[in-house]
């Protein structure tokens, strides 16, 4: 009896059963187990279990899920049959395998599988790029750290040149103060030089007078010389232009008998050189062939001139005219020019402003100019003149700029450290310290304008310097009438 068998029914009184009504065939009892749920008996013939009461199979179960009658075998020819036909249906798939299905299910494999190793080798690649990129990026964060330490070692120098720069303009401003300190020590020392020139040509004038009374009389009877002392006034109003005036219509009178019967001989036109310098207060004419004459002779400032006639009229128009480009109708002025008694700068003229009480358009007729402003020749006829603007300066950077007179000295132009102020070492480098004494505060001081400075708006009028300026200044050795 199996063990997944029904439950017997009860036992009842032992009755004979007829076997010839009990079925034979297979049983069809559908389990109920969990195992095999949903599958049938696997009895295949009832046999009756005599063991047990009822009309049971070995099975369990009873008669009633049996079949009556038991299968019938199957015939051999047919069963042959069968077999040869399952034979001939594995034949065809085989061919069929072998065949157009076969191939194209092979190539489908193949495929697969090249899909699948080319789906291998690209995850590699992938996954090496992946790597790849997370190197970049860190090697990127690494730079970038690098960067922000480098920024703030910049800040922290932009910060230490920062404080550089203002301990700089501190020294700049303490140099300026200096300088200016300078040029009102120039100043006093200049007015102190005039006023000890001054007594001593006085002294040497009151000796001589006191010596010689001939020399006296042919002063006085002098023309020129009695026109200088009636523009002049007295001795000691004159001051230093009338001391300087007349040693030199004394030199012109000794050295050209002639030279009282000049004025009265020219009638007619009259030429004469004149150079038109950058500014009233240069000590000395620039020297022939340096770059400083050179820039002037390009640029029109040493010219020859023809006057029309003696007076003041003519010589104030021949001059505006010729230097008109460069004047632009600004006022301008003779200087006064004396050749230098030096050993070392014999024959040199000398220049100086002309004193204030003299300026006048007026005034510059011939008689006035061989008296106080001209360098006059061994003929008693005058060879040069030298002016200048009465207010404002020549800077080079605007000569450079103005129209160009003589060709091919264009290279003068060139940059020069005696000349060109902008490149030029600080003061501080080049000018000792002053003693404590003679130090003011800035704020009782004012400056000086220089000599390419040109003119500046508010600024104080000094005091004309009858002294070297120390401002580099070539000199010309020798008079130039062309």
């Known amino acids: 009896m199996s063990a997944h068998a029904s439950p017997s029914p009860s036992q009842k009184p032992t009755v004979q059963i007829d076997e010839s009504k009990l079925p034979n065939g297979q049983c069809r009892y559908i389990l109920l187990n969990p195992e095999v749920k949903g599958h049938r008996c696997a009895c295949v013939g009832f046999t009756l279990n005599r063991s047990s009461p009822g009309v049971l199979c070995d099975c369990g179960h009873q ?8 299968e019938q075998p199957t015939d051999k020819q047919a069963w042959e049959q069968l077999i040869r036909r ?82 700089q303009e501190n020294s700049i401003q303490s140099l300026g103060d200096r300088m200016m300190e300078h040029d009102d020590m120039a100043i006093d020392l200049e007015d102190r030089l005039d006023r000890l020139q001054d007594e001593g040509i006085l002294s040497v004038r009151r000796r001589r007078m006191s010596s010689s009374s001939e020399s006296d009389v042919s002063k006085n009877s002098n023309p020129t010389f009695a ?83 003696t007076e003041s009229e003519s010589f104030v128009r021949a001059v505006s005219k010729t230097f008109g480009s460069l004047l632009q109708e600004r006022s301008w002025v003779p200087l006064q020019a004396r050749l230098c008694d030096a050993e070392t700068l014999l024959g040199l003229p000398m220049l100086r402003p002309l004193d204030p009480s003299l300026v006048g358009e007026g005034n510059y007729d011939m008689d006035f100019l061989r008296a106080h402003c001209a360098v006059v020749g061994p003929n008693g006829k005058i060879d040069s003149l030298y002016i200048a603007m009465e207010l404002e300066t020549f800077s080079w950077q605007f000569l450079r700029k103005s129209p160009c007179y003589v060709e091919d000295l264009e290279d003068a132009w060139g940059y020069d450290s005696l000349l060109d102020e902008e490149d030029r070492p600080s003061a501080g480098d080049i000018v000792r310290p002053l003693p404590g004494k003679l130090k003011r505060a800035a704020s009782e001081l004012s400056r000086t304008p220089s000599f390419s400075s040109g003119e500046t708006e508010g600024s104080r009028p000094k005091i004309a310097r009858t002294t070297c300026i120390p401002v580099p200044v070539e000199l010309r050795r020798q008079v130039e009438t062309a």
């Open 227 to 309: 026109r200088g002392r009636t523009r002049h006034g007295p001795p000691n109003d004159s001051g230093a232009t009338s001391s300087v005036s007349r040693p030199l219509a004394e030199r012109g009178s000794k050295s050209s008998p002639t030279g009282s019967n000049v004025c009265s001989q020219v009638t007619g036109p009259w030429t004469v050189h004149v150079s038109l310098l950058p500014t009233k207060s240069q000590p000395f004419p620039f020297e022939k062939d340096t770059n400083a004459y050179k820039r002037c002779l390009s640029r029109g400032l040493h010219q020859m001139i023809a006057v029309r006639g």
């Open 63 to 70: 008669s009633c899920y049996h079949v009556k009658e038991a």
């Open 86 to 167: 399952v034979q001939l249906l594995e034949d065809q798939l085989d061919h069929e395998k072998q065949g157009g299905l076969g191939n194209a299910l092979a190539g489908l494999v193949s495929r697969l599988g090249d899909l699948e190793e080319q789906y291998e080798r690209s995850k590699d690649e992938i996954s090496q790029e992946t790597r790849g990129m997370y190197r970049q990026v860190s090697h990127l964060w690494q730079q970038m750290d690098q960067m922000a330490r480098q920024q703030a070692q910049a800040e922290s120098r932009f910060v230490v040149h920062d404080e550089r720069l203002d301990h």
